[in-house]
Every structure is written in structure tokens, then in C-alpha cells.
């Protein structure tokens, strides 16, 4: 698959004193959603900024398709849409009067021009509201709107920097849900900056977690959940004494004759024992829950409950950006 966009070595001085990107490297799949996580500061607005040629890296190389976003910029523009993290609409019109004033600024021609913005609501679910004022619509439809208007050209690369934040989590799923269609319609490559890791993991296709200027991970979310540390089976023994008068050592050579079993299997990385808990470190859970259990039976050994937690993707932010995000 071509790559829609490509990142080499990318850094941005501010001042000459901020470093905001520190060597970039990415490349970002065509037709593909791509979610650049990072937490605030990290240089997420600035590296959209340069790709999206408002402003120029200090060194390195960056391309939407085959266009430098430096050298190409006029190309570029024709290519992408892009909805800032601010609020880019006029709330004192309609939205159907903000599209038409984005479809002139575009240079979309008059005769394109009513089908272009009918399409772009119809694509954000907004002709019930098009022609009511700006002022009445909700954080959600604002964003919407917003979105819509970047899509007038029907960009081959839209780049939406936090496209859902502040919004309650009705309106983030409507907002996905419009996009998502939109994409699929279109083959549009999606990137958005975003510090909500649910969002990154329920929408995108690839990740990229980015701290201080630098990409310090990249994959697809399982992947980088993957990566981090295994799941972690608990299983409640129950009591086992027997009745042989030495319940206790009875019960303690059942549960390592267990442990030295259950370490063998394939996909077990660890097992520990600690008050009646047996903790198992697995690849898969599903997998190799059934065969434990097996072991604990023939080891005569009953249980009380079963735990299961897997990483999420918070837990691989906390490990790479260093810190977990609280603002969202
Ligand atoms: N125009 C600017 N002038 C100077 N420093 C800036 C400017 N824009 C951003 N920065 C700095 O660059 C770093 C990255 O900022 P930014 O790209 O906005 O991060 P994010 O979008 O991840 O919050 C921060 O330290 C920020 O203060
Ligand atoms: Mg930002």
C-alpha cells in the first residue's frame, strides 16, 4: 500500500531555543485512520502544522503523497482538509452559510458548489440543521460542521487536531461514526492528534505515541497493549486441606506440584502463589485459561474465582510518555 504520508527526521525549534520535534520518523498508510497520542506539549499540534504547510520544520523531510510539504505546499493544500484544535466556524450565520464561505475559499466553482456543501452535511448527518444558526447547535453538531467544511474538497488526507475534545461521549461517538462512514466512502487517509486513549484505540487503524518532540512508539493499539506486559490470570484457591492431619503441607505440595506445571505450558510466562492467589502470567488469555484450569483439577485443587486483567492502552501511555493522562 502507498504510504499517504512520510516523516524523516523532522525537528522544529521554535525561537531557536523551544525543540518541539526532536527527529521525527513516520509513515502513515493510505486509506488508513492514524492516531498520534502524546500528551500536552509533546508536539502533536506542531508536527500537524508542518504537514499541513502553516509552518516549516527546522530540518528534515516530510510528504503528503508525493508532495514536500515545503516545496509542494500549493499541492498539498489541494489534497488535505484540516480542522484545528480552535473553533473555525462563524456562529452568528447558518451552517449552510459557513460551508459556502469554505467552498469559496477553496475555489470549489459555482456550479460544483451546492452539491459539494449538500454532500459534505449529508456526510457529518447535518441537512436537518443546515439552515439554522450556528448559535443553536450543540458542541458535537459545531464539530461536525467544522469537520464538514474540511471535507468540501473531499481531501485524499484530513487532519483533525483533537477532533473530539470537550465533547460528552455521545457526541465523540457521533462524530466517529460520520468520519468512519466518510473514509470508507472516500478511501480519505485520517490523522488526528488526540490525549484520549480510548478514542485512539476504539478508531484508529494505527497508533504513534509521541513525548517531548520524540515518536516513542508506534503499531496498531493491540499491538502496543501487546507489547506492554502480558494479562494476568488470578486464580482464588479454595481451601484444600485434606483430611490426612497435615492439611496445610498436604496443600502446599498440591499447589507446587501445580506451579511447576502450569509454568510449562506454552503459553504461560510466569506463575507466582501468594494467600491462597495464584497469579499466571499469559500471552492469551482465552487460550490458556482452560488448559490452567485443567492442571489445577488433576492437581486436585478447587477453585474459588477467576480474575482476568488485560493492559490497556493507558498502561502502555504510563510506560512510553511516561506519565498517565488525567485531563481527559
Ligand atoms: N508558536 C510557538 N512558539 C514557541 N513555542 C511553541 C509554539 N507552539 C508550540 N510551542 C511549544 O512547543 C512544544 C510543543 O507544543 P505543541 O506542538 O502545541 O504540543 P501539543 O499539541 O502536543 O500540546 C511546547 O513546549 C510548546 O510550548
Ligand atoms: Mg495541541
Redesign the pocket.
Known sequence: MESAIDIKQLTKV??GK?S?LDGVDLTVKEASIFALL?P????????MRILTTQIHPTTGLARAFIYDVVKDDDEVRKIIGYVPQEMSVWTDITGYENLLIYAKIYGVSSNRRTKAIWDALQNMGLEDVANGSVKKYSGGMIRRLEIACALLIKPKILFLDEPTLGLDPSARKAVWESLRSFKKEYGTTVFF?THYMDEADLYSDEVAI?NR?KIVKTGTASELKRSLHSEIISFRLADNGSKSGHPAAASLKRESDALKKIRTLNLVEDAVVHDSIMDVAVENGEVAMPLIIDVLRSEGISLEWIRSSKPTLDDVFLKYAGMRDRSG
Open positions: 521554535y525561537d523551544v518541539a502524546g500536552n506539549g509533546s508536539g502533536k499540534t506542531t508536527l492528534n509521541i518532540g
